[in-house]
T-cell receptor, first 107, second 113 residues
Framework: LAKTTQPISMDSYEGQEVNITCSHN???????ITWYQQFPSQGPRFIIQ???TKVTNEVASLFIPADRKSSTLSLPRVSLSDTAVYYC????????FGTGTRLQVFP | NAGVTQTPKFRVLKTGQSMTLLCAQD?????MYWYRQDPGMGLRLIHY???????AKGEVPDGYNVSRLKKQNFLLGLESAAPSQTSVYFC????????????FGPGTRLTVL
């Protein structure tokens, strides 16, 4: 199971693009990178998942370089409602959550 | 479609008491999971199940037991609660395989005095 490392916290202002980078140096060949979002007093919610290059959905983009030792979650034009904890996971059969990145968005 | 529901939402126990947390899902998911989350920490996997009648240990299984008698339900039991088990407990479910999105319940906040 891939061990991941993320910044503990990040601050941003409304309307800015936020990039959260996760390093996973020992990711396995068959591991995918998955990101979850967790609001206070709620369970995590799936945001996006990818294996290589770039994946985009209506919420975010995920960039994974060719060596797959890191990945970057990109949130375009954040709003106050994006204030949450974001978890990066390298998963096969079980999810190992780290402490995540606490994103605080200011007006 | 209720998704994943957890019962109860809150509970206070005294040391040594027992209780069972119930998780139910209506998405016909094969896999179900129990996590605990301590303040300021990420989630840690307690036990999981890949199908009716099967369970397996996760990262922190000691002090907990589970049962999956029906596909839609996953029960987490504490036989003799300890203050170290004070935490928020989340249940999740997914289709087979860790690559599939996990859907989480709202959590159960448990305090052991």
């Amino acid at each position: 199971l891939a061990k991941t490392t993320q910044p503990i916290s990040m601050d941003s202002y409304e309307g800015q693009e936020v990039n959260i980078t996760c390093s996973h140096n020992n990711i396995a060949t068959n591991d995918y990178i998955t990101w979850y979002q967790q609001f206070p007093s709620q369970g995590p919610r799936f945001i996006i998942q990818g294996y290589k290059t770039k994946v985009t959905n209506e919420v975010a983009s995920l960039f994974i370089p060719a060596d797959r030792k890191s990945s970057t979650l990109s949130l375009p034009r954040v709003s106050l409602s994006d204030t949450a904890v974001y978890y990066c996971l390298g998963n096969t059969d079980k999810l190992i959550f780290g402490t995540g990145t606490r994103l605080q968005v200011f007006p | 479609n209720a998704g994943v529901t957890q019962t109860p939402k809150f509970r206070v126990l005294k040391t040594g008491q027992s209780m069972t947390l119930l998780c139910a899902q209506d998405m016909n998911h094969e896999y179900m999971y129990w996590y605990r989350q301590d303040p300021g920490m990420g989630l840690r996997l307690i036990h999981y199940s890949v199908g009716e009648g099967t369970t397996a240990k996760g990262e922190v299984p000691d002090g907990y037991n589970v049962s999956r008698l029906k596909k839609q339900n996953f029960l987490l039991g504490l036989e003799s609660a300890a203050p170290s088990q004070t935490s928020v407990y989340f249940c999740a479910s997914s289709f087979p395989g860790g690559l599939n999105e996990q859907f989480f319940g709202p959590g159960t906040r448990l305090t052991v005095l």
